[in-house]
């Protein structure tokens, strides 16, 4: 009986040592692809799915190519921004979108 009881001890053992592995190499598994995932700054949908190779490749070409633009637009000429340095204007200023303009315009200076 007691042979019999230390070779259940064994199997359950490494049955308990092997469930343990598997469930831990899945958990590094996900929080490798997640961390991947998250450095490339692109969506977690796979791009171009279902479409032609040739068709992926120029997709993530034009996607890495974000990553290298440097200008940044202006929303507002150099008149509206005048307007700003007015008092009396800015209350006059309609459309409340151009307060929008101007945020982000600012938005290069921090």
Known sequence: MG????GIAIILFIGL???TFILLFIFAKRQ????????RHRPHYPIGAGSSKS?????ERRLDVID?????????SAEMK???QDEN??????????????VVDDVNEL
């Open 3 to 6: 042979n019999q009881l230390s």
């Open 17 to 19: 040592g092997s469930l």
């Open 32 to 39: 490798i692809t997640r961390f991947a995932l998250k450095n």
């Open 55 to 59: 068709l992926c490749k120029e997709i």
């Open 68 to 76: 290298y633009i440097r200008c940044e637009p202006t929303q507002l």
């Open 82 to 84: 005048l307007l700003f």
């Open 89 to 102: 204007l800015v209350s006059q200023l309609s459309p409340l979108h151009i307060y929008r303009m101007k």
